[in-house]
Nanobody, 120 residues
């Protein structure tokens, strides 16, 4: 089970830090990442990081503003979101899959998301 934390309401230009914890399972040897789903839209890829942290991918819409990191010892994943825009408003889900490509294709498992609302 994956649980995302840290969502909330923020003004445009602000920052939020999302975290994800796994219970009952670990992220061992898995790529982990974040997806988001805005109202009325399909779930989309945001960011992903491989097991070693040596490979990271971002969607074009968040590149340069969001930073993903992981702490394998603590079994957690962090998404630091800066310069937030109203179009970043969505429910954010953390996910894990064997590879970054699988994360990007939404082929992993995920749990309860956290709502991020960015006001203009």
């Amino acid at each position: 089970q994956l649980q995302a934390f840290g969502g909330g309401l923020v003004q445009a230009g602000g920052s939020l830090r999302l975290s994800c914890a796994a219970s009952g399972r670990t992220f061992s040897n898995s790529a982990v990442g974040w997806l988001r789903q805005a109202p009325g839209k399909e779930r989309e890829f945001v960011a992903a990081i491989n097991w070693t942290g040596g490979l990271i991918k971002y969607s074009d819409s968040v590149k340069g503003r969001f930073t993903i990191s992981r702490d394998n010892a603590k079994n957690t994943v962090i998404l630091q979101m800066n310069s937030l825009k109203p179009e970043d408003t969505a429910v954010y889900y953390c996910t894990a899959a064997p590879t970054i490509a699988a994360v990007q294709r939404n082929l992993g498992y995920w749990g309860q998301g956290t709502l991020v609302t960015v006001s203009s």
